[in-house]
């Protein structure tokens, strides 16, 4: 087992204050890396030492891999978390951290690059019995192998990268033309945002749930999953609000859905926190997606529902300690849901809209929880992601979660700059997100076409 008596925090806003706030009470001191536009920012107060390590744009900073394998050096940590984004899945940094003798919290740097790679995902979930949308064997190797598959499965199909994410390298097609249209576009975007150029292909399933099993695992081949997140409400594949369980979601496919999601981790030889992702269809079929290497934004509603911090069992995965759990001592207990409150400006089809925050008055009460970095007078800088905080409530029902988060939206203050706060009111009014009736299409019908 290893010691870590200080962690180096390679992260930024709620994140990095969150990983902060679990070494502190785990007795471990923490180091926190900061870009130039974000001197000055509350959170790193609490930290034990901060580094400087670059200017506002990520590529100067966050995303400089020697610049803060420079400062876990100086600073004489013994292992960096890297929060989620940034460098989060990046195999090279995983590497290097290893060389320098440096624990990376987060899974093995082949497990990285195995489940990074969504074509070669796709082929070990089928090997392990795990349902994926029909499609293709492997990466297709040209355009005619691409019609052949769509003529086989039937349209619409979606052509994907290998290394895509974000939404990114994806099209779909719905007839042979688009067909050739899109697999040339999924090639080249790949290839230009990724530098990977090869693309597989699936069946289309139109709207669906998108639902992710949360797993940990440990060194010594153990392996649990914490029950499951939907997070179907989204928008250009921003996740706006996730709840824990999926509403609906019959007892008996939840299940078989953690059972598949333990299975694949398992041939991975995965090790530390992760997420399985699925799309779920209208009749509770549900298909392997991908697999996230990372802490994701939205584990806080797993955290209510199952009382186990996810970032304290990262650094004690990352020791060597053994889960100090087993199946059976997983209880999923009531209902918790997130949203996410970003800067953005509604009237100006959201973009991101940074400023100081004049007033900000938190929400609060009975099973209520706010994981944020802001305050009155803190300004959100242009460089990043416009999240700024994750309102997360806790209750015994779904009826009573979304009273309270309608509650908690009601008394959230914040002023000087727009949020998506209004959006989030009418969302929770919405009648069919009240019945459980969501899908990834959901925002875009009713909200934003
Ligand atoms: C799909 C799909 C439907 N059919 N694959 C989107 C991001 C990536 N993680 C996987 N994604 C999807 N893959 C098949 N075969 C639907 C999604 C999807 C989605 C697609 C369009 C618009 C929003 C979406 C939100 C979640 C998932």
New binding site residues.
């Given amino acids: 087992m290893k010691k870590f008596s200080r962690i180096l925090i390679a992260n930024r806003g709620e994140i990095a204050l969150r990983i902060l706030r679990a070494c502190r009470e785990l007795g471990i001191e923490s180091v926190i890396v900061h870009s130039t536009a974000d001197s000055g920012a509350g959170y790193l107060d609490l930290a034990d030492r901060t580094v400087c390590i670059g200017e506002g744009p990520s590529q100067q900073s966050y995303l400089d891999i020697s610049r803060i394998i420079s400062a876990a050096e100086i600073e004489d940590v013994d292992a960096i978390h890297p929060g989620y984004g940034f460098l989060a899945e990046n195999v090279q940094f995983a590497e290097i951290c290893e060389s320098c003798g440096i624990e990376f919290i987060g899974p093995g740097v082949e497990a990285i690059r195995l489940l990074g790679d969504k074509g070669r995902a796709r082929e070990l979930a089928k090997q392990e019995g795990v349902p994926c ?1 029909p499609g293709s064997v492997g990466i297709l190797d040209n355009e005619d192998e691409a019609l052949d598959v769509a003529q086989e499965i039937g349209y619409p199909v ?1 052509v ?1 990268a290998v290394a895509g994410g974000g ?1 990114r390298g ?1 099209r779909v097609a719905h007839n042979n033309i688009s067909l050739q249209n899109g697999y040339a576009q999924a090639k080249a975007e790949g290839e230009a945002a990724f530098g990977n150029p090869d693309v597989y292909l ?4 139109d709207k ?1 749930r ?1 639902v992710e099993i949360q797993i940990l695992a440990d060194n010594h081949g153990e392996v649990v999953h914490l029950g499951e997140r939907d997070c179907s409400l ?1 928008r250009r ?1 921003q996740k706006l609000i996730e709840e824990s369980p999926s509403p609906g979601l019959p007892p008996d496919v939840r299940d078989a859905m953690g059972d598949a999601a333990k299975r694949l981790v398992k041939a991975a030889g995965y090790t530390n926190a992760g997420t399985v ?1 699925f ?1 779920v269809d209208r009749d509770f079929n549900f ?1 392997f ?2 697999v996230n290497t990372r802490i994701q934004v939205e584990h806080p509603v797993t955290e209510m529902v199952t009382g186990i911090d996810l970032i304290k069992e990262q650094i004690r995965l990352a020791r060597g300690e053994p889960l100090g759990m087993t199946q059976d001592d997983i209880q999923v207990k009531g209902v918790a849901i997130e949203c996410r409150i970003n800067a953005e400006n509604p009237e100006d089809d959201f973009r991101p809209c940074p400023g100081t925050i004049e007033k900000f008055r938190a929400p609060g009460g009975f099973g209520v929880r706010l994981d944020s970095h802001v305050y009155s007078g803190y300004t959100v800088p242009p460089n990043y992601d416009s999240m700024i905080a994750k309102l997360i409530v806790y209750q015994e029902t779904r009826e009573e979660a979304i009273s309270c988060m309608k509650r908690c939206l009601d008394e959230f203050t914040i002023e000087g700059i727009s949020t998506t706060i209004p959006l989030a009111k009418d969302i929770f009014k919405h009648l069919n997100f009240v019945a459980g009736k969501v899908n ?1 299409g959901f925002i875009e019908e009713y909200f934003l076409g």
């Fill in positions: 949308v979606i994907k939404g994806m699936e069946r289309y399933v669906p998108h989204q594949h992702e799309i298909y997606i991908e990834t």
